[in-house]
């Protein structure tokens, strides 16, 4: 499973951004895998932000996230979202899509896409 995050950028504290993440897979495929948000800020460990089961149904997020944050996906596209609202300075960081058969904040995903980096100003 091959992905390819997009939509990174440099937003004002308060704003909104969306991110993207397009996997080169079949739909079959695509369809079997929960997806991932994940996020690492300069300094610190990488942690989860968000994932949705391969439906769309399930969906979890971190605390820090919730209530702000909206994860998505789209399976005619194979592409997942993630829709970043009332944006914080510690929202900075490299954002990773991941895939993965499971759902769940304690799963280390099996594929990773690139990172694309998202920087809030305040």
């Known amino acids: 499973v091959q992905l390819q995050a997009s939509g990174g950028g440099l937003v004002q504290a308060g704003g909104s951004l969306r991110l993207s993440c397009a996997a080169a897979?079949?739909?079959?495929?695509?369809?079997?895998?929960?997806m991932y948000w994940l996020r690492q800020a300069p300094g610190k460990e990488r942690e989860f932000v968000a994932a949705?089961?391969?439906?769309?149904?399930?969906?979890r997020y971190a605390d820090s996230v919730k209530g702000r944050f909206t994860i998505s996906r789209d399976n005619a596209k194979n592409t997942v979202y993630l829709q970043m609202n009332s944006v914080k300075p510690e929202d900075t960081a490299v954002y990773y899509c991941a895939a993965d058969r499971n759902l769940g904040p304690g799963v280390s995903p099996d594929y990773w896409g690139q990172g694309t980096l998202v920087t809030v100003s305040s």
């Open positions: 897979v079949s739909g079959r495929t695509y369809n079997s895998y929960a």
């Open positions: 949705v089961s391969w439906n769309g149904v399930s969906t």
